[in-house]
């Protein structure tokens, strides 16, 4: 998934929260270049290097997770 992204990019995130896991929110993040794994991109969100992971959530726009949270929770995301 990272190869879609580039340093610099915004992007949105459908983030679950790790102390509920029922509870999932869309926010935004940044791709930026790993402080400890050269090469690398990671997502920069809730001031934390996040590596990307094959399960990620991550669109270029709020409109496309949006609709896959709809899709995912039958309901609108908390705005």
Do not use: C, W
Not at 11 to 19: A, D, K, S, T
Not at 36 to 46: M, N
Not at 55 to 76: C, M, N, P, Q, W
């Amino acid at each position: 998934m990272s190869n879609q992204f580039n340093a610099g990019d915004t992007v949105y995130v459908i983030y679950r929260n790790p102390h509920a896991a029922n509870v999932a929110h869309i926010k935004e993040a940044e791709i930026v270049h790993h402080p400890y794994h050269e090469g690398e991109l990671s997502l920069f969100i809730y001031e934390t290097y996040h590596p990307f992971a094959e399960d990620d959530a991550v669109f270029a726009s709020y409109e496309e997770a949006k609709s896959l949270y709809k899709e995912l929770f039958d309901i609108d995301p908390y705005e």
